[in-house]
């Protein structure tokens, strides 16, 4: 990859595609084709096809189609595979017939079975039944894998498919029905305090664990895996935090200031009970992650002050 490979993420709008595009420009790459409006809806097979004729687009970051919280999940798993499904056949399609000479895709470390052993290796994937919360979504994000690799079985393309770690940060999706965990924390926990509460609920046992990888990371790694990585198994993309529920509310409490008591809802569900990837191979090829998780939180919190703390919940439909 030089400065002037033409670069197209797919889904700028989302987590990883803004962080991705911050990077990309940051790191001086010039020739970023489809960003903002340009982009063109990626569910149209005809508009995905003719943008890809035209704009011809050398590498592809494949982090298009919704995603959200456990709550999203449970209330949208139609939407949410559709979507997924939608945009990851057309965008391969397209860059298929138009010579994309690198694409990586990005999965999810929800594609893995509920009970795989931890931390999670490329291996376990497939080996038994997703967690039902989001199964629709997670099958939808694992089909885009089989495909990667069925395009480059028959075609040689170089298609390569990465499953994140639990991403936060600026843009995400920062309403209680829709959000991740941390986003939806920070918004009820600035709801809470700004009410002056006495309880944050936090949803579940708080006993679950997770990895959270921040998306300036994330965005890291995907690059280094474009310019580096070229096998034909997935790569888990996390070395992050591993952190369990309630450590994460505590944490979100402090960055947020809100001063009251943490209540767990256990009606709520908990949903898998850890998710922490083996990130060897990457880390075995280099590269590190660079933040530090509560720097991180603070940044992210400090990003919604700005950004999103005075809107309503009219982001409830946006992807993230
Ligand atoms: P997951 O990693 O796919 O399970 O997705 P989430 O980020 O939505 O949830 C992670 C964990 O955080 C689950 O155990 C949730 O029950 C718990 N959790 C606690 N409070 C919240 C909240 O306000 N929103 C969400 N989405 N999850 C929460």
């Not at 997703?130 to 885009?144: I, V």
Request: hydrophobic share 40%; aromatic share 10%.
């Amino acid at each position: 990859m030089t400065p002037h490979t033409r670069v197209f993420v797919a889904g700028g709008n989302t987590l990883y595609g803004h962080a991705l595009t911050t990077l990309l420009r940051a790191e001086g790459f010039e020739s970023l084709v489809g960003v903002g409006t340009a982009e063109p809806d990626l569910t149209d097979a005809a508009a995905t096809d003719a943008f890809f004729a035209q704009e011809r687009p050398e590498c592809v970051f494949l982090c298009a189609g919704r995603s959200g919280g456990i709550g999203l999940n449970r209330a949208a798993p139609v939407e949410l595979m559709r979507d997924n499904l939608l945009t990851t056949l057309n965008v391969l399609a397209s860059a298929h017939r138009h010579g994309t000479a690198k694409l990586l895709y990005l999965a999810s470390s929800c594609a893995y079975p509920k009970h795989a052993a931890q931390p999670l290796q490329v291996e376990s994937l497939g080996t038994g039944p997703m967690e039902p919360t989001s199964e629709a979504y997670s099958t939808a994000k694992f089909a885009g894998w089989k495909l990667c690799d069925a395009y480059r079985r028959e075609y040689g393309c170089r298609f390569v498919t990465g499953f994140p770690a639990n991403a936060f940060g600026p843009h995400d999706d920062f309403t209680p029905e829709g959000g991740h965990v941390i986003p939806a924390l920070l918004r009820r926990a600035h709801d809470a305090k700004s009410r002056g509460d006495a309880e944050l609920v936090v949803w579940g046992t708080g006993a679950p664990r997770r990895e959270f990888v921040y998306s300036r990371d994330l965005a890291r790694a995907c690059l280094f895996v474009a310019r580096n990585y070229e096998g034909e198994a997935p790569i888990n993309l996390g070395g992050g935090t591993d952190l369990s529920i309630a450590d994460v509310a505590h944490a979100v409490a402090e960055v947020v200031g809100f001063k009251g008591r943490l209540v767990f809802d256990t009606t709520k569900p908990d949903g898998a009970p850890l998710k922490a990837l083996d990130s060897a191979p990457l880390l075995d090829m280099g590269w590190r992650p660079e933040s530090d998780f509560r720097a991180a939180l603070n940044e992210t919190y400090h990003w919604f002050l700005h950004h999103r703390a005075t809107e309503g919940r009219t982001h409830a439909r946006r992807a993230v």
